[in-house]
C-alpha cells in the first residue's frame, strides 16, 4: 500500500491543524429533545462480549420503537441485526476493531469486510491508538485507508479514537489522518477504555475536521442534557446504550414542562404559552 505522507509531512499537517483551530467555540443547535430529529442522532448500542441474542432482539425492538439511526453491535451479531431491521429506517452498525484497535491491518480489514458482506452499512472502527501515541502517522493512516477501501462509500466509517488514551496533540492528528483516510465520522470512544465523551473533546475534534466530517460523541452519555450539551459541542451522532432511557426522560421531561404551562393557564398565573423549549433549557449558552 502507497503511504500518503511520510511521518514528518504528518507533523506539519498536525501543526497547521493546530494553528488553525477556531478561536472561539462554535455552538451547533441541537434537534428539539424527544423529536423524530433528536432520536436519529441515537446510534443504538450494544457491545458487551456477553450480550445475549435476546438483548439483542431488545435493542433491534427498541430502535425500531423509537426510530433510532441504528443499532451498533459486533460482528457476530449483524445478521441477526439486518434481519430483525429489515424494513425499518434504522441501519446497521458494526465495531471493528473493538475495543483496543491494536488488531493488524488485515485483521480489521476482513472484519470489515465480513460486517459488509452480512449486510452492515455502518462501520465504527479502533484506530490503532498505540501506533498513534508512538507517533507512526503512515501506519495508522494505511490502518484506515485499508478498512475504507473494502468498505468503499456508501458505507459509513467512523474512526473511534479513544480520547480518554490521547494528549490534545494526538487528538488532533487521529482527526487529520481520518479525514485523509476518507473517513466519514471522527468519534470519541469505545465506553470500554476510560472516561467517554466530553464536551471539549467533541468541540477539539469538530474544530479540526470543520464541516467536511461529523463527530460521534459516545461512551458515558447517559441523560438529555449529555446529549444536547454534546450535539451543541458540534456532534452529529450520540452513541449510547442508554438510548430507551434517554427517550423516557425526554418524554417526561416534555410532559413535565406542557404540564406546567397548562397549570399557569388554568390558573391565570400567566398568559397561556407554549411549553418551554427543552432544548433551550438544557443549552449551555
Ligand atoms: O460506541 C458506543 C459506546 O460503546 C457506548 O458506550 P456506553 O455503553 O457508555 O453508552
Redesign the pocket.
Known sequence: MTTRYTDDEWETIIDKAEENLPRTPVEYKAPTVGSEEFAKTI?H?I?KLDATKEQVDAICEEARRFNFKSV?VRLKWVNRVVHNLHGSSVDVACVVGFHEGTQDLAEKAMEAKKAVEAGATEL?MVINYELLKEMKYSAVYNDIAAVRNLAPHPIILKVILETSQLSRREIIAGCKIAEAAKADFVKT????NGK?ATQENVRLMKGVVGDGMKVKA????KTVKECVMMIEAGAERI????GVWIMDEAKSLLEYVTHEAGMEAVEGRKQARQAPSLTRMFSSS
Open positions: 446510534d448500542t457491545l451498533c465504527d470512544s469505545t465506553g470500554f467517554g459516545s461512551g458515558g452519555v452513541g449510547t446504550s442508554n
